[in-house]
């Protein structure tokens, strides 16, 4: 396959990350990573570059940068909880490491920059569902403000000449590479616990609605925005178009793997927004670009992947 190019990935060696790599590779591109962690969620890849470092640190920046054309930012070390906990910590690591690492692009002539936002925390509580980027934006935790003061950053600089950025709003992502023992990810979560025979910890009555999207198709999205000419709108959602609650994805969960799940009840949280679903028509007009996996698929995908995947110690 003809090479086209190198892509710099930012946070390749987690989740979506480790997916999108896959698929730049498959898709004919030199890949170079830099990460903090050396492991990859998925098989490790030697057909990659790695660099190990924080995104912020602008000298390493500028050297991961050298001799590609496109980078998609995917780190952060924060998620919604941990964000809202320590908002100080969540602005200086986040915002202004992100800064950074477009400063660097600028210096080095990348123009292309794909950044992770988020389509579940950037709207908050819904006026409409399903959402279309034109709902307006009332994020209600540090993580989604933080996403959006991004995005604002980055529209500023392209208006500035400095970068050509495309934003994309993802929905829920679930598929392998998706760590089972920790506290993000409630499929992959959901999973983990009924391999372990654990309970699962449910905040809330189990109402709230999500757009659950199968990370093959998160990752062909980034690649679309990597190869989107010059013009291209800036901001998209990506997600699966359909809500399901989250009691409703339990018992999914328990038919594709047949065996029971028990659940912990605990009290609902206010950084939770009740209903979010996406309308990704945008995407599909601009980016040549919709979900193919069905939730079922992509939960049996995910259950084989779970089987084989780090244990609880």
């Known amino acids: 396959m003809r090479e086209r190019g190198k892509v710099l990935v930012v946070g390749g060696h987690g989740f979506i990350g480790s997916n999108l790599v896959r698929e730049l590779l498959g898709a004919g591109y030199q890949v170079r990573i830099l990460d903090l962690r050396r492991e990859s969620a998925l098989a490790d890849r030697t057909e990659t570059e790695f660099l190990e470092g924080d995104f912020s640190n602008q000298a390493l920046a500028r050297r991961a940068l050298q001799g590609t054309q496109a980078v998609v930012h995917l780190a952060s070390v924060t998620t919604p909880q941990s964000g809202t906990n320590d908002p100080v910590h969540d602005v200086t690591e986040n915002l202004v490491g992100t800064l950074r690492l477009m400063d660097a692009c600028h210096e080095t002539g990348v123009r292309r920059f794909v950044f992770a936002s988020s389509g579940g925390t950037v709207y908050g509580r819904a006026d409409r569902t399903p959402m279309d980027e034109e709902h307006p934006e009332r994020p209600l935790n540090s993580y989604g403000i933080v996403k959006l003061a991004t995005e604002k950053y980055l529209s500023l600089y392209?208006?500035?000449?400095?970068?050509?950025?495309?934003?994309?709003?993802?929905?829920?992502?679930?598929?392998?590479?998706?760590?089972?023992?920790?506290?993000?990810?409630?499929?992959?979560?959901?999973?983990?616990?009924?391999?372990?025979?654990?309970?699962?910890?449910?905040?809330?009555?189990?109402?709230?609605?999500?757009?659950?999207?199968?990370?093959?198709?998160?990752?062909?999205?980034?690649?679309?925005?990597?190869?989107?000419?010059?013009?291209?709108?800036?901001?998209?959602?990506?997600?699966?178009?359909?809500?399901?609650?989250?009691?409703?994805?339990?018992?999914?969960?328990?038919?594709?793997?047949?065996?029971?799940?028990?659940?912990?009840?605990?009290?609902?949280?206010?950084?939770?927004t009740p209903v979010n679903v996406l309308d990704c028509a945008r995407a599909r007009t601009h980016l040549g670009w919709a979900p193919s996996v069905s939730l079922e698929d992509g939960l049996e995908r995910t259950w084989r992947w779970i089987l084989g995947a780090t244990r609880a110690p």
């Open 158 to 272: 392209a208006m500035l000449g400095r970068l050509d950025p495309i934003v994309l709003r993802p929905a829920n992502p679930f598929g392998p590479g998706q760590y089972p023992l920790g506290s993000q990810g409630a499929v992959a979560v959901a999973l983990g616990c009924i391999r372990d025979q654990r309970p699962f910890q449910l905040w809330g009555d189990g109402s709230v609605v999500r757009d659950y999207l199968f990370i093959d198709d998160l990752a062909r999205a980034f690649l679309a925005a990597v190869e989107a000419p010059q013009g291209t709108p800036r901001v998209f959602n990506i997600g699966s178009g359909t809500g399901r609650s989250l009691s409703d994805i339990l018992e999914a969960c328990r038919r594709v793997t047949g065996r029971p799940l028990a659940v912990e009840r605990l009290a609902g949280r206010p950084i939770d």
